[in-house]
């Protein structure tokens, strides 16, 4: 009986050694090399510090509040400072008010700094109701700045339940503690009326408010108001608070107009779009065929149907 358990013993031995604990001679290069990913990979699941689902931060300066953050869902690592995080939505306060809300797919938050870029499907709403379309944003905590370098799509607010004025532009900045939004450059607009009659107009920057319904379009302004066509270095749009129509167009600065037979110029324009009357002030002119009229203001009526000239000047009179 004992040199039969003797020799299960011994056999038992070889099994665990030959079976269970095999010489690793076949291919040691590839067997490193998965050892070193799997260290690898194990490595930076460790570096994940903590996740965790529905994120709700607020932050602070100076004793007001500056932002609210809520995301679905958040993700922190060892030794850095950022999280990234799914679901975004950002409320911007300004004197307390919540002025801006801000929405994307995706973005990080640094935590030291507190700055944030913000990405997928970003969507900006203004309280005035402006809302910014852009492929993403950042935002620098200390200046209190949104902003974006690439092409943004800009839609105005709601009017009688309609959105009329659509903008675009490139490169974005939005001050949160400001009252004005900027558009850096290539600004193209276009307005529909109640009349279906449309407006286009093309400038190298655009100024909005983010409190009130008026928009300015600086440098380079030309519009398309068929059968009209007018350039100056400045416009300004306006809505009515009553009415919360589309109220009037101030040109400035080198106002020139045509449409088919006329040309007039001057230093102002106000268009005013209820009552369809066209202001001229400003040393205006008006040339139509051989014909030159000039005077304290010139006003189209009717759309331009009908023409009045306040205190006309004769040429000879103002060579004088």
């Known amino acids: 009986m004992r040199p039969f358990l003797f020799v299960f013993i011994l056999l038992l031995i070889g099994f665990e050694v ?32 903590q996740k ?21 869902t958040a993700q922190s690592y060892q030794n850095k400072s950022v999280w990234d995080m799914e ?30 870029r913000i990405e997928g499907d970003v969507e900006i709403e203004t309280s005035n109701g402006y809302i ?26 709601l009017i009688q339940n309609k959105r009329s004025l659509f903008l675009k532009g490139t490169g974005m900045r939005i001050p949160v503690s400001s009252e004005k939004m900027y558009l850096d450059s290539s600004v193209a607009a276009e307005n529909t009326f109640t009349d279906q009659k449309i407006l286009k107009l093309k400038s190298k920057r655009a100024e909005l408010s983010s409190v009130s319904q008026v928009a300015e379009f600086i440098e380079n302004v030309s519009i ?26 101030d040109l400035n600065g080198k106002v020139e107009l045509k449409d088919e037979t006329r040309r007039a110029l001057s230093e102002n324009l106000r268009v005013d ?21 000039v005077g304290e203001q010139i006003i189209f009526l009717d ?18």
């Open 224 to 249: 398309q108001y068929p059968p009209m066509t007018m350039t100056s270095d400045k416009a300004t749009f306006a809505y009515s608070e009553k009415s919360k129509l589309f109220e009037y167009l």
């Open 87 to 116: 679901q975004v939505r950002l409320l911007f306060y300004n004197q307390e008010k919540q002025t801006i809300q801000l929405k994307g797919k995706k973005g990080t938050l640094d935590t030291q700094t507190k700055n944030m």
């Open 18 to 49: 030959l079976i269970l604990f095999p010489k690793q001679t076949d291919k040691p290069t590839e067997l490193h090399q998965e050892s070193h990913d799997n260290k690898k990979t194990q490595f930076e699941v460790n570096q994940v510090q």
């Open 132 to 157: 910014f379309a852009a492929p993403y944003v950042e935002y620098n905590s200390e200046s209190r700045l949104i902003f974006c370098s690439g092409d943004v799509q800009v839609k105005g607010p």
């Open 52 to 72: 965790a689902q529905g994120i709700h931060l607020v932050e602070s300066q100076r004793g007001a509040r500056d932002w609210e953050l809520f995301s679905e």
């Open 273 to 293: 779009f209820n009552t369809k009357k066209f202001t001229f002030s400003g040393q205006p002119r008006l040339y139509q065929g051989e014909d030159e009229l």
């Open 303 to 320: 759309n331009g149907k009908k023409v009045k000239v306040e205190k006309v000047k004769l040429k000879s009179q103002e060579g004088m």
